[in-house]
């Protein structure tokens, strides 16, 4: 009846999503443009960026984008705190994740530069 309807599962993303490989995805909503960081943000950015040797230390302009939403590669979603603070209804405690992951830290550190 509706041949372009597809119910099989699949690993496609939602619209607007950014895939950051190894199964992590970065899911809308985000900011339209890059807003600045506080100080103390960017002196732990800029931080970890030199530990990785990143050469655009000295370039980046100290602002981000930020995003509400995080697929792990298990599929749950990790919401932001900025997303978060937005919120009208009250934090769940289960969806609560620490993230204790260098590769993952390793592998946004070069995406933030891209958005």
Request: with cysteine; charged share 20%.
């Amino acid at each position: 009846m509706f041949p372009h309807l597809n119910l099989n599962k699949d690993d496609s993303l939602p619209q607007g999503a950014k895939d950051l490989g190894q199964g992590y995805a970065l899911l809308h909503a985000c900011q339209t443009t890059a807003k600045p960081v506080m100080e103390a943000e960017a002196v732990v950015i800029l931080k970890y960026w030199k530990e990785m040797d990143w050469l655009n230390l000295n370039i980046w302009p100290r602002s981000v984008k930020r995003w509400s939403r995080l697929q792990l590669p298990n599929g749950q979603k990790a919401c932001s705190r900025w997303y978060e603070l937005h919120l009208t209804h009250p934090l769940w405690k289960t969806t609560c994740v620490k993230v204790c992951c260098p590769a993952l830290f390793s592998l946004l550190s070069g995406v933030l530069l891209a958005l």
